[in-house]
């Protein structure tokens, strides 16, 4: 985390179940507090089947985004309010942005971010 985070920090997160595992935080708080950004990047963990009413209760800022992992992914579409094609051709999401107005966006990176990552790793090989 960085050194100086305020009353007015940007808060997103990870959520799975479950999420000790992930690196996730790490990895982003220390490039939030390389940036020097008042900012914060937390795990989160609701019970399964308490998911839908965790993500309700975020709506209209309490924090600005989520990347969601397992078993949490289809839920997130299913919660959100819109979705972007990707997303919605997976049947699936793995980020939800909260809107300042309460609505939830979902999106899909997993397809675009295997696609680049074969595509560095043949680059690599050739």
Known sequence: M????SGAAMVAGVCGAPIRHS???LIHNAWI????????YAPFAPAPERFV???EGLRGGAIRGLNVTIPFKEQALAVADSASDLAKMAGAAN?????AD????ADNTDGPGLLAAIAIQARALT
């Open 33 to 40: 507090a390389a940036a020097g950004l008042d900012a914060v």
């Open 23 to 25: 690196m996730s935080p």
């Open 2 to 5: 960085s050194g100086s985070i």
């Open 53 to 55: 009413a965790f993500i």
């Open 102 to 105: 309460g609505s939830i966006r």
């Open 95 to 99: 980020l939800l942005v909260f809107e």
